[in-house]
T-cell receptor, first 112, second 110 residues
Framework: EPEVTQTPSHQVTQMGQEVILRCVPISNHLYFYWYRQILGQKVEFLVSFYNNEISEKSEIFDDRFSVERPDGSNFTLKIRSTKLEDSAMYFC??????????FGSGTRLTVV | QKEVEQNSGPLSVPEGAIASLNCTYSDRGSQSFFWYRQYSGKSPELIMFIYSNGDKEDGRFTAQLNKASQYVSLLIRDSQPSDSATYLCAVNGRNTPLVFGKGTRLSVIA
């Protein structure tokens, strides 16, 4: 069964540093998303991406965050100037038709 | 602000019983309704979706939707210890991203 692949599984970074989280969505999917889940809290929407541009973003997705689809297969989330409160599990998801997202296994980001 | 509300639980049921999980949502324009299962430390896994009022069955799972009451539920028949997880209700409209509830933690006692 096709799956969404995320790397790395765990990333530790110092506060103020930049991190890039990587995702390979399912190949025939057209819609891509990033969500995050702080420990013990709900899964929160960050950004959606369609047709090579951001289609919607949440208040969490401030100007420190950016997304890119650099080569037609990878989908990346970059966080600049990381803060302690960015520590969370980050999930990439993709869907074929804007319904029924398939989630990757996640990247646990720890900012120290 | 679109909200999806779930009782956080834990909901404890004995093995073999029916587990009933409930969800309400605030946006009347919502069109699609999903149930995801999330094991501790893992990613959400889609188990059911429903678009129309009424019931939809898939194996031991039944999703129920009542748009007039803005209410979605998930029934799990013959509950097994392996069903113990957090169940996330998620809702979206056309061209809007999924909004998740906090989830209900289910514990099936052997």
């Amino acid at each position: 069964e096709p799956e969404v692949t995320q790397t790395p599984s765990h990333q530790v970074t110092q506060m103020g540093q930049e991190v890039i989280l990587r995702c390979v969505p399912i190949s025939n999917h057209l819609y891509f998303y990033w969500y995050r889940q702080i420990l013990g809290q709900k899964v929160e929407f960050l950004v959606s991406f369609y047709n090579n541009e951001i289609s919607e973003k949440s208040e969490i997705f401030d100007d420190r965050f950016s997304v890119e689809r650099p080569d037609g297969s990878n989908f990346t989330l970059k966080i600049r100037s990381t803060k302690l409160e960015d520590s969370a599990m980050y999930f990439c998801a993709s869907s074929r038709d804007d319904y029924g997202y398939t989630f990757g296994s996640g990247t646990r980001l720890t900012v120290v | 602000q679109k909200e999806v509300e779930q009782n956080s639980g834990p909901l404890s049921v004995p093995e073999g019983a029916i587990a009933s999980l409930n969800c309400t949502y605030s946006d009347r324009g919502s069109q699609s309704f999903f149930w995801y299962r999330q094991y501790s430390g893992k990613s959400p896994e889609l188990i059911m979706f429903i678009y129309s009022n009424g019931d939809k069955e898939d194996g031991r799972f039944t999703a129920q939707l009542n748009k007039a009451s803005q209410y979605v539920s998930l029934l799990i028949r013959d509950s097994q210890p392996s069903d113990s997880a957090t169940y996330l209700c998620a809702v979206n409209g056309r061209n809007t991203p999924l909004v998740f509830g906090k989830g209900t933690r289910l514990s099936v006692i052997a």
